[in-house]
Antibody
Framework: QVQLVESGGGVVQPGRSLRLTCAAS????????IHWVRQAPGKGLEWVAL????????YYADSVKGRFTISRDNSDNTLYLQMNSLRAEDTAMYYC?????????WGQGTVVTVSS | QAGLTQPPSVSKGLGQTATLTCTGN????????AAWLQQHQGHPPKLLSY???NRPSGISERFSASRSGNIASLTIAGLQPEDETDYYC???????????FGGGTKLTVL
């Protein structure tokens, strides 16, 4: 069964770091573009980052560029989002999603709350 | 990053047809087309359509998408109570090298 499972969310103070994990099963993660998309409470979807299949090329939303890093561990079939210098506006549900036909498979998400 | 423009809300009657719109520009919707996603409260989004009118397996034929220039549309025929929820469009923006989303449309089935 094709599945994505996010973990690593939690409550963190502004300026601190957090690393999110997205574990893939039922498919080989490195053969697809994989994204992180977030949704602030009561708000719409916001694209965060993309890592391309087969390599380490990545793109980021302007709102996270220079603070977040997307990476992949091919041996573990796992995707990561390293989030540094967190801000209150980064508070959101974070989803990883696979791109075969646009965003065809989504995880259930993990919640990040940035608060002092 | 500039997003796509969707009307915040649309209301239609049970059994009627609703058309949701998504306005972009030549670098996103007008270039690569749009994807449409449905999201029920408390659940992750679900892909309904990609590259204008390709439906993933398992998606009802009641959902159809199209594009005219820089405007993408999602048409939902024979509205059912379970169609009442939020809908988002999304597209790759080649000038931004980023995916962009619309703000979402809340569909109400009367």
């Amino acid at each position: 069964q094709v599945q994505l499972v996010e973990s690593g969310g939690g409550v963190v103070q502004p300026g601190r770091s957090l690393r999110l994990t997205c574990a893939a099963s039922g498919f080989t993660l490195r053969t697809y573009n994989i994204h992180w998309v977030r949704q602030a409470p009561g708000k719409g979807l916001e694209w965060v980052a993309l890592i391309f299949y087969g390599g380490s090329d990545a793109y980021y939303a302007d709102s996270v560029k220079g603070r977040f890093t997307i990476s992949r561990d091919n041996s573990d079939n796992t995707l990561y989002l390293q989030m540094n210098s967190l801000r209150a506006e980064d508070t959101a549900m974070y989803y990883c999603t696979k791109e075969e036909d646009a965003f065809d498979i989504w995880g259930q998400g993990t919640v990040v709350t940035v608060s002092s | 990053q500039a997003g796509l423009t969707q009307p915040p809300s649309v209301s239609k009657g049970l059994g009627q047809t609703a058309t949701l719109t998504c306005t972009g520009n030549g670098n996103n919707v007008g270039n690569e087309g749009a994807a449409w996603l449905q999201q029920h409260q408390g659940h992750p989004p679900k892909l309904l359509s990609y590259r204008n009118n390709n439906r993933p397996s398992g998606i009802s034929e009641r959902f159809s998408a199209s594009r005219s220039g820089n405007i993408a549309s999602l048409t939902i025929a024979g509205l059912q109570p379970e169609d009442e929820t939020d809908y988002y469009c999304s597209a790759w923006d080649s000038s931004l090298s980023a995916w962009v989303f619309g703000g979402g449309t809340k569909l109400t089935v009367l």
